[in-house]
């Protein structure tokens, strides 16, 4: 089975500035098809999580710019450009190449 | 709307079971594959089941496997979960999500998640 590890586990941040967190997989995460199934998800205190990208670093529609993916292999990253108040929640890797498996989540706080 | 309603949770002692429904609607429910994931009080994601489109084929997490049966009626646009020999581990809230293999897209849509509390 794949094991997907976040870090940090907690990301305290000032409003404007950039967050980043990393996922590291225990296997490579390119299908027999070519393409990479990592995605960034979102969740909100209280809320169902929201895809926010995928495929490493498609953002999903609706989802704003300052949201990036990158990566490949077995190392990816999620970056906030500038922090705003509503990105506060707890944001999960989450790789479709071999069933499903979720990393443990970040938690994205104010300081 | 693109839309997911779960229903059917509760409270349930153990070993006891419990049917989850997931209600599609807004869209062609028939081409999505779909998911069954389950989120523990205070803790993160965990992926319990998937079916194909067409429901040929089917998985699960070992944590589930051998109690727990995914089904789908195209038919009524319906998702199903048939949850047996309940255990307190089990309890969380479960969510139902779709998955388009080909656009590279999992999980793209969620239900607001229906809860499950094994407990005597």
């Known amino acids: 089975d794949i094991v997907m590890t976040q870090t940090p586990l907690s990301s305290p941040v000032t409003l404007g500035q950039p967050a980043s967190i990393s996922c590291r997989s225990s296997?490579?995460?390119?299908?027999?098809?070519?393409?990479?199934?990592l995605s960034w998800l979102q969740q909100r205190p209280g809320q169902p999580p929201r895809l926010l990208i995928y495929?490493?670093?498609n953002r999903f529609s609706g989802v704003p710019d300052r949201f990036s993916g990158s990566g490949a292999g077995t190392d990816f990253t999620l970056k906030i450009s500038r922090v705003e108040a509503e990105d506060v929640g707890i944001y999960y890797c989450?790789?479709?190449?071999?069933?499903?498996?979720f990393g443990q989540g970040t938690k994205v706080e104010i300081k | 709307e693109v839309q997911l309603v779960e229903s059917g949770g509760g409270l349930v002692q153990p070993g006891g079971s419990l049917r989850l429904s997931c209600a599609a609607s807004?869209?062609?429910?028939?081409?999505?594959?779909m998911n069954w994931v389950r989120q523990a009080p205070g803790k993160g994601l965990e992926w319990v089941s998937y079916?194909?489109?067409?429901?040929?084929?089917?998985y699960y997490a070992d944590s589930v496997k051998g109690r727990f049966t995914i089904s789908r009626d195209n038919a009524k646009n319906s998702l199903y979960l048939q949850m047996s020999s309940l255990r307190a581990e089990d309890t969380a809230v479960y969510y139902c999500?779709?998955?388009?293999?080909?656009?590279?897209?999992?999980?793209?849509?969620w239900g607001q998640g229906t809860t499950v509390t094994v407990s005597s």
């Open positions: 999500a779709r998955d388009l293999w080909y656009t590279g897209l999992f999980m793209d849509v």
């Open positions: 807004g869209f062609t429910f028939s081409i999505y594959e």
């Open positions: 296997q490579s995460l390119v299908h027999s098809d070519g393409n990479t199934y």
């Open positions: 495929k490493i670093s």
């Open positions: 989450m790789q479709a190449t071999q069933l499903r498996t």
């Open positions: 079916i194909s489109d067409s429901g040929n084929t089917i």
